[in-house]
């Protein structure tokens, strides 16, 4: 069965500070991969995605994502994290069944940044 | 352009009650998914609709239907309620079988008492 790890549970980060959140999935297959964001109080919105192609992806709001196959990786990395970053964060991995897409979370790394 | 929209925003039901939740999905989108997103929990998949049949689904009892109308919009049923299903319950909308990301509503808060 496929899952997602997001090792970082609670994350807490000063402005300006580098952002690096972890993320593995277990599928041997062929995926696509996804950092997902929910603000407080916001729906879940889409950061980025890997879908093939160069495995450095870029997202919005200064994001990048490295794929590395060979460690069945896609960490999520920021230069420097502002305070409206301050949200949740989760990683997703989707593979195709019979032609249908079935998509698996992370358990979710809550981001805090102080100003 | 509307969003994926979803109602209602919350609701109390008493255990062993049956809910229903709704889904529209985002304008040009034919396939919807849901998701439970417990307390402390990524949304775990339910099951996803396309051309109103049930095509994938996660590990989740048979309490938990579904149904897809033929303007895209999609209900989720959980009969016999539990105090367990008590969590935020998202839709997707996407386009297609295929490779496409998946927009998300705002969710529907069920409480179960």
């Known amino acids: 069965a496929q899952s997602v790890s997001q090792h970082n549970h609670h994350v807490i980060l000063s402005e300006a500070a580098s952002l690096e959140l972890g993320c593995n999935y277990s599928?041997?297959?062929?995926?696509?991969l996804f950092w997902y964001v929910q603000y407080p109080g916001q729906h879940l919105q889409l950061l980025l995605k890997y879908f093939s192609g160069d495995p450095l992806v870029k997202g919005i709001k200064g994001f990048e994502a490295e794929f590395i196959k060979s460690k069945f990786s896609f960490n999520l990395r920021k230069p420097s994290v502002q305070w409206s970053d301050t949200a949740e964060y989760f990683c997703?991995?989707?593979?195709?069944?019979?032609?249908?897409?079935?998509?698996?979370f992370g358990t979710g790394t809550k981001l805090q940044v102080i100003p | 352009d509307a969003g994926v929209t979803q109602s209602p925003t919350h609701l109390i039901k008493t255990r062993g009650q049956q809910v229903t939740l709704r889904c529209s999905p985002k304008s040009g989108h034919d396939t919807v998914s849901w998701y439970q997103q417990a307390l402390g929990q990524g949304p775990q998949f339910i099951f996803q609709y396309y051309e109103e049949e049930e095509r994938q689904r996660g590990n989740f009892p048979d309490r938990f239907s579904g149904h897809q109308f033929p303007n895209y919009s999609s209900e989720l049923n959980v009969n016999a309620l539990l105090l367990g299903d008590s969590a935020l319950y998202l839709c997707?909308?996407?386009?297609?079988?295929?490779?496409?990301?998946?927009?998300f509503g705002p969710g529907t808060r069920l409480t179960v008492t």
């Open positions: 599928y041997g297959g062929t995926v696509n």
């Open positions: 997703a991995a989707a593979r195709y069944s019979g032609g249908y897409q079935k998509v698996t």
């Open positions: 997707a909308s996407s386009l297609g079988q295929g490779e496409d990301e998946q927009y």
